[in-house]
């Protein structure tokens, strides 16, 4: 009777200590557990922070190309109002060549409005041109802040979430970036009339690139117009010095 209880007490002095064990195993996964958690926390609200970063700067960016569009618009008008003039000077011309009993002194003041209307004509041409290379250097500007935003946001979205772990199956829920987490993107969205695809990096920067290709359109269309304006000019210097 004596042996089988001092059997039993080592045999309960070994559990014991293997519950202490146990207990120490524990502690040590439950430290480890709360370091990975607060490592988590950290690394969200740093992403959080780079999504809102990236938001203003696609509004910022979204600003500029507004901004280049309103002055885009007041250059093509300019052009319209060269235009017209352009087609006036020339009915002007056409009448003074039918007209073969102008006085000489008439002749002599039309030459000098005619003249000082083509000086004006000029003028106006060299202004376009300046307006032409400052909207050439915005857009160049323009597309290197694109091309470091569309980096950003890559690198962003490449920092996404991993696989869960166990410590997440276990109640620990980390919440991903979502299109309804940020209403500017939506905002954003509606201005060009666009359909929400795939990942936000890749709608931001299929919708800055659309936003681009629209510009370079309108330039090209004002430097075509710029170019038929040069022809009608030079044409009515000839005519002109032809008269003379």
């Known amino acids: 009777m004596l ?16 519950l202490e064990e146990v207990e120490a195993d524990h502690q040590k ?17 740093t992403l959080q922070k780079d999504n809102q970063r990236l938001c203003t700067e696609v509004r910022d960016l979204q600003n500029e190309l507004n901004r280049t569009k309103q002055e885009l618009h007041k250059a093509l008008a300019e052009v319209g ?3 017209i003039k352009a087609a006036r000077l020339e009915k002007e011309n056409a009448e003074l060549r039918d007209s073969t009993s102008l006085h000489e002194e008439q002749e ?4 000098e409005r005619l003249e000082r209307e083509n000086a004006e004509l000029q003028q106006e041409v060299c202004k376009l041109k300046t307006l032409q290379e400052k909207y050439e250097k915005e857009i160049t500007e323009m597309k290197e802040k694109m ?3 569309t980096r950003e946001l890559e690198q962003c979205m490449e920092m996404g979430m991993p696989n869960k772990t166990p410590e997440q199956s276990e109640g620990i829920e980390v919440r991903r970036w979502t299109w309804n987490q940020s209403e500017r993107f939506g905002e954003f969205g509606q201005v060009f009339g666009a359909q929400r695809i795939g990942d936000p990096a890749t709608y931001v920067v299929k919708l800055v690139i659309l936003a681009e290709c629209d510009l370079q359109g309108q330039i090209h269309e004002a430097l075509a117009k710029e170019d038929e304006l040069k022809i009608k000019a030079a044409r009515l210097e ?3 010095a032809e008269k003379i």
């Open 3 to 18: 042996s089988e209880l001092e059997s039993l007490s080592q045999k309960m002095k070994a559990m014991e200590e293997e």
């Open 29 to 45: 996964e439950c430290l480890l557990f709360a370091k990975r958690s607060e490592d988590w926390s950290s690394r969200i609200n």
């Open 81 to 83: 109002e060269l235009k």
């Open 108 to 111: 002599g003041m039309e030459k």
């Open 147 to 149: 091309k470091v935003t």
């Open 238 to 240: 000839k005519e002109k």
